[in-house]
């Protein structure tokens, strides 16, 4: 067994492991960013909604 | 009686609708069977493979088999808005989960007293034996156990028919290795002890999911 | 947002590590004079095939002190866990593969490790499907939880089974398997990687929970948006979407 035949395999793997993890990170983070959009948008809703009714 | 009583009730009555409508041990024996057709013509069996790979078909035609019944059980009792009936009496969730896996293993076993001779004329292994029937009743408490679990989840979600199989057969995986490999264990012609850890595999797996199952299932229904 | 700046030093760490922890393997590190170049794969294999389990000991916990106490937060760690979870077991079968076929000539071998790795895999598979088939809300957490219970309990008797019909069924493959004895300077590569790698693992685990938190908050906003009458359901709502496909 020549070592050298098998670094195609070695760099498949570290570059499959990288791919995946910053491939779910991405997805995470802007999954997160899209969520922390909305509840700002929510949150003045509310407080529009919320604040006519305090003080008419 | 005392804590048996309300465990047999909720089995007899699954029995006693059974009696009348013959509606799961019949798709049972039917679907189970038909998985053995199947597989003869898919892999090519011959007098010295058959005592080895034949407990592999058996076993993996009675575990699809049981995931049709098990579904067909509680689908029945959704259909007619019978599981909140059964919720509401006065039967705590694990005397209604052992009953449930009782009624559900008997219908397996029943379907098996017929699958099984059939399978041993069919492929010509020797397996009408005692220490088969201990096996596959064995077998079959674990199946019910784990499979009551799951249907029970199932019924609750969405595409249910595809959530049960994905659930449980992994589940029962450890399971039905062992139950082939007992199975095969005595149609070669083994001892009875070659096959006794599988056997003690089987048991554990039957503890595990039959009072795990007692101990969680009113989580799985809770009103 | 003090929050953010915790983050970003976390995010600096993790690039710091991850550049000591390649440079050690690819250039520090002695090649093993029996495997070849290919063992440099096992500094990162290793670590995330433990992590990957260890995420189902975990998923457990938070699943048990779920039905315990009753507080969503137990709820979204079992579901982060699980998620990362799968990735990592994804990950460790894949690049476990690909470290088999030029080591013992095959892709696959259904040695006890492989096959409880493959079989666990599928039934957190089958836990994330649930939460995205049950009803949302608590129904659908408990009924998760009792899955992740009942996969961190059937775990040892799968590896046994596994084990056991191993030695019924020898493997065929043949080959050199990864020496018992660790170099001095591989440990501490192996050491480094494994930092790293957990690191990381629990870096994506806390940004998967404050998604999950982050979704009941909306679910909140919204409910409490309904209820002062407005009929407004900007976006998504309430439904607790599956995130991500990081499998």
Known sequence: ?56 | MGALGPIWAIARKDLLLEVRNRDIVVSLVVFSMLVLIVFNFAIELTPVNVAVVGPGILWVAIAFAGVIGLNRSFVLEKERDALDGLMLAPVSRDGLFLGKTLGNAIFMLVAQAVLIPVFAALFDVDILRFEIGVIAAMTTLGFAGAGTVFAAMAINTRSREIMLPVLFLPAISPLLIAAVEATAGVATGGSWGASSRWIQIITVFDAVFVVGGALLFHYVLED | MRDVSARSAWLVINAALMAVSLWMIFLWVPTEANLGVIQRALYFHVPVSIIALGAIILVAIGSVAFLVSGRPRWDWLAHASAETGVLFGGLALVTGSIWARPIWNVWWTWDAKLTTTLILWFIFIGYLMLRAYAPPGRQGARLSAVVGIIGAIDAPIIYYAADLWRTAHPSRVTGPGASGSLESEMALTLLVSTITIVSLYAYVLVERFRVRRSEAEVAELSKELQASGIPARRSDGGAPATATGGD
Do not use: C
């Open chain 1, 1 to 56: 067994m020549n070592p050298n035949t098998n670094l195609g395999y070695l760099f498949a793997i570290y570059i499959i492991t990288w791919a995946g993890f910053f491939a779910y990170m991405f997805l995470v983070s802007r999954r997160q960013r899209d969520l922390e959009r909305e509840i700002r948008q929510l949150r003045q809703l509310v407080e529009q909604k919320t604040k006519p009714a305090g003080n008419p």
